[in-house]
Structures are given as structure tokens and as C-alpha cells.
């Protein structure tokens, strides 16, 4: 049992084996924050493709700005904030410079570390009130990490390994031409933030995917990939190889305004969603 009343959102790092699949993998290392009174809910939160930890070099070893600032809105708000990381352990900090067709990480790794750390939080006990209780589950993900949360609750013709484990999906500008192409279908509530600017991963796919499977879809025109980052401002990024024009670069950066929004739309689901 996990106790509380000593936690401020401290951050705890650790690792999990891999999923019994008959697959060998490295193990998923996982950074921990927990609120300061027993959990409401737990956020599992999928980093993009610029990998989870800071750029610069003296914050190596630390969440960027938009997963810190992330962690603390989930366990200000009650939460358990989850945050596997993914590329690390396989030898990688990023792959948002790499080809599709150079990727050794792909969107199959990004399911199993969120279904392994989905059924590793189902075997916890958090409450010390009610230890058969189990917590409400969310599994969160931006750009890459937002369509391996659609992958995540998928339901696909070998079930739905995510029913029982996942209560709700929510993306933040994911790819969704590849689902929408296969005829996505999930049973798992799904809430998508779109930038409607997006020349990285195109919002129009995904509002089509959304309304095929009946998603909440906030499209934020004004605002390009990677708006709700805290920091920096909009840049063209010419050294990404893939997006709607591959070999022409993306643009990326902030929009407050936007950022703001689907924050306080985010809040709102949690406290929605909060196991009673």
C-alpha cells in the first residue's frame, strides 16, 4: 500500500518488466508522481517523439517543461501522474529526426509499455480506505504518444486488451491517418485536442476518426503542433523528415490562449471522471 500524507508530488523512478508476450524487451522505466493526499485517479501520460526527458544539457536527467508542467496539473488536481518512458532503456532521447522507415521504435512498443503500466497500476493498492477499490485510468499522450493512445484502447479483431484496465483515452495532436485508414474502432471514451494549423500530424484525419467513433474533439484553428508547451515560441523546424509535406519541415510552438483552453478542459474531465 502506498502511503500519502509524506508526498508532494515527489517523483519516484523505476522499472517494470516486460509484458508476457513471448517477447523480449527492455524494461519500461516509469516516473512517478503522486499527489499529496490518497489518489483520485491515475494518468498514465505517453511522451511525443522528442522523448521525455529536457534537451538541455545541465536538465538532462529531468522531465521537459511540458511533462513537468504536466505532472504537476495532474497531481494538483488529486491525481497519480504515470509517465513511462520509452525511448531511454531502448538507447534512444528522441526520434522526431528520424525517417518512418528508420525507426527501430514504433507504435507497437508504445502500446505495450502503456498496457504494462496500466495493468501494473490495476495491481496496486492505493487507497488505504478502500484497498479493493480500483482507480479510475487514463491514459494521456501527445503527437506520437497521442496515437499510441489510440492504439492502446483499440478494439481490434484480437479483442480489446485495454477494456478492464483503461477508462479514458485523451490525445493531444495525434497521427490518425493510419487508424482512420483501418477503420479505427474503440470502445473506450476518447477525448482528442487538434491544432488546426498542424503541418506535423494533419487534424483532419483525426476529426474524421473522432466523429467515426463518436470522440469529444476540441480543434484549436489558430494553433500549430505542440501548442500547450509552456515555453519557447512557434519555430519551423525544417530537420523533421516526416509530416503532412515530408522533407519540407513543420512548424511547432506554444499558443497560450489555446493551451489555457484545453488545460481547464482537461481539469474538467478529471474531476468528471475522480473514482468516488
Not at 522499472?15 to 524494461?27: I, K, V
Not at 499510441?148 to 485495454?162: K, S
Not at 467515426?212 to 484553428?221: C, F, H, I, L, N
Not at 519557447?232 to 493551451?259: D, L, T
Request: proline content about 7%.
Amino acid at each position: 500500500m502506498f502511503r500519502f500524507q509524506h508526498f508532494i508530488a515527489i517523483a519516484v523512478t523505476f522499472t517494470l518488466s516486460a509484458l508476457a508476450h513471448g517477447q523480449t524487451e527492455r524494461p519500461t522505466s516509469l516516473h512517478l508522481f503522486l499527489p499529496q493526499a490518497e489518489p483520485k485517479g491515475v494518468v498514465i501520460a505517453l511522451h511525443g517523439c522528442g522523448g521525455l526527458l529536457s534537451s538541455a544539457k545541465s536538465r538532462a536527467s529531468e522531465l521537459s517543461a511540458r511533462h513537468a508542467g504536466m505532472a504537476k496539473l495532474i497531481t494538483d488536481a488529486g491525481w497519480v501522474a504515470l509517465f513511462p518512458d520509452s525511448f531511454s532503456p531502448r538507447g534512444r532521447r528522441e526520434i522526431c529526426t528520424q525517417k518512418f522507415s528508420e525507426r527501430t521504435i514504433n507504435s507497437s512498443h508504445r502500446r505495450l509499455d502503456a498496457l504494462q503500466t496500466a495493468k501494473w497500476v490495476r495491481e496496486q493498492k492505493w487507497s488505504s480506505e478502500n484497498q479493493s477499490r480500483p482507480l479510475k485510468t487514463v491514459v494521456l499522450g501527445w503527437s506520437h504518444g497521442g496515437s499510441a493512445v489510440l492504439q492502446t484502447i483499440e478494439r481490434t479483431q484480437r479483442g480489446e486488451p485495454a477494456r478492464g484496465l483503461i477508462d479514458q483515452g485523451i490525445a493531444f495532436y495525434p497521427g490518425c491517418s493510419e487508424q482512420l485508414k483501418r477503420g479505427y474502432r474503440t470502445d473506450i471514451p476518447l477525448t482528442m485536442f487538434l491544432a488546426g494549423k498542424d503541418d506535423w500530424t494533419a487534424p483532419e484525419p483525426c476529426i474524421a476518426l473522432g466523429k467515426s467513433v463518436g470522440a469529444t474533439v476540441w480543434v484549436y484553428g489558430e494553433a500549430y503542433h505542440g501548442f500547450d508547451s509552456p515555453v519557447g515560441k512557434v519555430q519551423f523546424r525544417p530537420e523533421i523528415p516526416n509530416g503532412v509535406s515530408p522533407g519540407k519541415g513543420v512548424h511547432s510552438g506554444p499558443n497560450p490562449e489555446a493551451r489555457e483552453d484545453a488545460y481547464g478542459k482537461l481539469r474538467a474531465l478529471l474531476r468528471q471522471l475522480e473514482t468516488p
